[in-house]
């Protein structure tokens, strides 16, 4: 069998674009793989573009060594957007790998070690009361570990880090105080706060008001990580935007944080994420896979997360409290995984168990996406 072409699809899907890859092979079996770097679509198929000057012809069950050269073939090897079209590449070379053989991909990636794969849902907020009652409702119908979202979090103009602390800190005890000690519950800050501004708001609260904090800085510097440990005993989720296993190195080994937010549509797709969910246990380190793109991701990550012994939870944008943003439209997905309750039953299709519309995907012409770009009350710039 050898790869005959590789075809990138940015596709409009809900809200914003995914950047989905269909590898096609000569004897008619195909995979279909997908990038995480939302936004800057156009870069990463401009790589893909590049990988596939040297792809076509090759092996596609050769993947491990395909992910070498694909890697190492440039003397500026790794960051974001190689790493994103690697990504793509691998999960497609899975689901060949998995069609060709009869499987699922989690039988290539060690068997499966549990049934089903238990989710967290995120409340849509905005911060207030109606978050506890959204809450209510997903305890409700079985989710156990739940993701609030912090007060002005959806703005799209100003954002005053230290007006959203205190604000989101008072629901954040309300929450923990309505809802019981059992239900794990978790904040995401979108790496939008200083070292001081984040240990300021976990300060805010009583000890054991929130079970994860997750990506409250940025991860540019591990030592920055280190010194807000010293400062909060709320365990850290954070990894969704690391590009290599060498990112994960100084978190994993200084024992910085106690769950990766891995992204197998950035990190280098499932080839890689099985490195780092490896290392990750020897430091017991869980996984709690990013999951906020399409289908194929959902799919390859349900693979991944079956597959290794120190898992969490899942991301889920499909509950009730966000309903995708429109992202696992049926048009465009036909065959996809669904959730049952608030878990995805690990099925036993071949590959990833997948399947794209793509003549639907065709009749599209490329339209930009842009992420909001933030400002303070002064008028400086601000993350999103």
């Keep these: 069998m050898k790869i005959t072409a590789i075809i990138p699809y940015p596709t409009?899907?809900?809200?914003?674009?995914?950047?989905?890859?269909?590898?096609?092979?000569?004897?008619?079996?195909?995979?279909?793989?997908?990038?995480?770097?939302?936004?800057?679509?156009?870069?990463?198929?401009?790589?893909?573009?590049?990988?596939?000057?040297?792809?076509?012809?090759?092996?596609?069950?050769?993947i491990g060594a395909l992910w070498q050269e694909m890697y190492r073939s440039q003397y500026f090897e790794g960051g974001r957007v190689l790493t994103a079209a690697i990504s793509a590449i691998d999960i497609a070379l899975h689901d060949i790998k998995g069609k060709a053989l009869g499987?699922?991909?989690?039988?290539?990636?060690?068997?499966k070690q549990r049934n089903h794969v238990p989710t967290f849902a995120t409340t849509?907020?905005?911060?207030?009361?109606?978050?506890?009652?959204?809450?209510?409702?997903?305890?409700?119908?079985?989710?156990?570990?739940i993701r609030l979202f912090p007060a002005d979090h959806d703005s799209r103009g100003v954002y005053e880090p230290r007006k959203s602390i205190a604000e989101t800190a008072k629901w954040c005890v309300k929450a923990r105080e309505e809802l019981g000690e059992t239900v794990v519950l978790g904040v995401d800050y979108h790496h939008r706060l200083s070292v001081a501004e984040a240990a300021s708001y976990c300060q805010k609260m009583p000890l054991g008001t929130l079970d994860f904090l997750?990506?409250?800085?940025?991860?540019?510097?591990?030592?920055?990580?280190?010194?807000?440990?010293?400062l909060t005993d709320v365990p850290f989720?954070?990894?969704?935007?690391?590009?290599?296993?060498?990112?994960?190195?100084?978190?994993?080994?200084?024992?910085?944080?106690q769950f990766?937010?891995?992204?197998?549509?950035?990190?280098?797709?499932?080839?890689?994420?099985?490195?780092?969910?490896?290392?990750?246990?020897?430091?017991?380190?869980?996984?709690?896979?990013?999951n906020p793109l399409g289908p194929i991701c959902t799919a390859a990550t349900?693979?991944?997360s079956a597959a290794v012994a120190n898992f969490a939870w899942l991301e889920t944008r499909a509950s009730p409290g966000e309903l995708y943003h429109g992202f696992d439209d049926a048009g465009i997905f036909p065959v996809q995984p669904k959730l049952t309750g608030a878990v995805y039953e690990v099925g036993d299709a071949p590959g990833l168990g997948?399947?794209?519309?793509?003549?639907?995907?065709?009749?599209?012409?490329?339209?930009?996406?842009?992420?909001?770009?933030?400002?303070?009350?002064?008028?400086?710039v601000t993350n999103w």
Aim: charged share 25%; aromatic share 10%.
């Design 237 to 257: 989720a954070i990894g969704e935007e690391f590009s290599s296993k060498w990112q994960f190195l100084p978190y994993i080994e200084r024992g910085i944080h």
């Design 214 to 230: 997750e990506e409250p800085i940025r991860d540019e510097t591990p030592e920055a990580y280190e010194a807000l440990r010293k």
């Design 124 to 145: 849509k907020g905005p911060c207030g009361p109606q978050i506890i009652e959204q809450a209510r409702e997903l305890m409700a119908m079985g989710w156990g570990a």
């Design 354 to 380: 997948v399947e794209v519309d793509e003549a639907l995907v065709k009749k599209q012409s490329f339209k930009f996406w842009e992420a909001p770009h933030l400002r303070r009350t002064d008028g400086s």
């Design 260 to 290: 990766n937010r891995i992204d197998v549509c950035n990190v280098g797709g499932l080839t890689e994420a099985m490195k780092v969910a490896g290392w990750s246990e020897a430091h017991y380190v869980d996984m709690m896979p990013h």
């Design 12 to 62: 409009w899907v809900g809200i914003r674009n995914q950047l989905i890859v269909k590898v096609e092979t000569d004897e008619g079996i195909y995979g279909w793989g997908e990038s995480g770097l939302s936004g800057r679509e156009k870069a990463v198929v401009g790589a893909i573009e590049h990988y596939r000057e040297f792809l076509v012809g090759r092996d596609p069950f050769a």
């Design 103 to 111: 499987v699922p991909v989690y039988q290539l990636l060690g068997g």
């Design 302 to 304: 349900i693979h991944f």
